[in-house]
């Protein structure tokens, strides 16, 4: 079965600083992944996704991640993070051909102005 | 645009009382249907998905259960809540036949008291 690691559970940044939070998936085949992002309260909103193709994608909000498979990776990544950026960000991993999504714990992010 | 609604955004409940959540989708049609529990720190559980009308897979055993009384309608319930039920439900849905992205609702804050 997959699954997936989100090592950090809370994070803090300086607004302006870049970030980077780490997802590691377990899976046997070729994964899809996602990025969400929940604000208090919230539903999740999709930040980004792979299927496929160009391991280096761009999401909503400037964030962007990179597939690395040999690390089994899919850290999600801003240059320069914003006040309104704080949020609990979800990696997700689905099987191919399937819909269902495993989550990982989830990152609290926290950014100090 | 296809939209979800969920509701009703809070709840407080006594042990051993009934529940009922409902869940429905606009825009598209015969979406899969899926029922997320969200406990602190534990990221995101899948209960319940739905692939058709009358069709509920069960993720893990528990006091709840689903049904899809209607194409875009998805219904969490239980006839006697414990106060582990307790927690953040979030319905979400996605397309029939591809792998997408799930969109998710507002999310339902369950509290058993």
Redesign the interface.
Known sequence: AQSVTQPDIHITVSEGASLELRCNYSYGATPYLFWYVQSPGQGLQLLLKYFSGDTLVQGIKGFEAEFKRSQSSFNLRKPSVHWSDAAEYFCAVAPGGGNKLTFGTGTQLKVEL | SQTIH?WPATLVQPVGSPLSLECTVEGTSNP?L?W?RQAA??????LF?SVGIGQISS?VPQNLSASRPQDRQFILSSKKLLLSDSGFY?C?W?RTGE?????????T?LTVV
């Open positions: 969920q899969n899926y997320y720190g534990r990221g995101l559980q899948l998905y993720e979030l979400a996605s792998i997408t992205e799930a969109f998710f609702g507002q999310g804050r």
